[in-house]
């Protein structure tokens, strides 16, 4: 039987054998992984490696025939990279959670696969299922990557669609599965506050996700069906973007040229950097569930909004960029690095800024300084009970 969200939601139990076993049949995947595993003997030796790390592969994932069965394998994985990639995870706000509910976590972005990868991680390691994961047809281009996601929980939202009326008919059914997924199958939700990620450092909800969550269940009030969902703000702080000399690259190019235009293969690039690269430490803060009625989309995503930029964690990195930015708000009471952190620890971050900025070609640099600044700026105002 074809079920209504069988186009977007993610592989079933019954599903993972056949799936599984055409992905260690994929030579683009087995390309990726040979690279990623073996990046210097990948070009000359990759004809060899290749049938090696299949062998190994349907070895190791042979009889795994449950999407948990395969999260408990892969998390070995993940916790590798992050251990390779970060100085640390922490987080706060998960002991809130209970057994038995799902919630609708909605999450600031700044990095295509670690913002859901660490909500994961943090959700995983308090003992609770992981969350379905919301992710945009446009980074879906190879059948491997589709393949790989929608067994790792991923659930497809339609962005490339065009015509108007295909695109109401795909939110309408976003909205189903989102509603269905958390109050039916009693399964959370991941999906980033907006389209794309935040390149300024500036985390804003758009209030059309919010409508979104509301169009499948018209007949009832807005602020009801908010409630019903267990809305809870996240906020996912990195002491250091991995991409953050090509944000500043693309921000710089559009503010001169009026324009830019991804080069072929460029997410593949922000993807494999953002999960390689180096991130310092990274704190993940659940905010409680949104439990007021906001009949408003505005007013309930100035509310998101406030919660995700409390709940962010800046680091001595966001106060040196503040100190040097040229658009910082003198009327805000914004400390000097030095008042919050030890003398061991700002020197340890400002080597790593200084790094950073000398990386950077200079006429790019107030793009890179903007990416850092922007959240100390935005917090400061919430903490001064200023409009955003």
Known sequence: MMGEFDAIRPYDDAEVPAVLARLLSDPAFLDILTHFRFPRMAGAFGWLLKPLIAHRLRREFAGIESVATLQDKVEVYVDHTIDRATDGVTYTGVEQFKSGSAYLFLANHRDIVMDPAFVNYAVYHAGLPTPRIAIGDNLLQKPFVSDLMRLNKSFIVHRSISGRREKLAAY???????????????QSIWIAQAEGRAKDGDDRTDSAI??????????????????SLNLTPVSISYEYDPCDLAKARELYTRATTGTYKKAPGEDDISIAQGITGYKGRVHINFAPPISQAFEDTKLLAAEIDRQILAGYRLFPAHYLAYAQWADADASLAVPAASEVFGADELEKARAEWTRRLEACPEEQRPYLVLQYATPVRNQYRVKAGLPL
């Open 172 to 186: 309408q059914l976003l909205s189903a599965y989102i509603n269905h997924s958390i109050r039916t199958d009693c």
């Open 210 to 227: 919010l409508k979104m969550f509301h169009m499948s269940r018209k007949d009832e009030a807005f602020g009801e069906v908010i409630q």
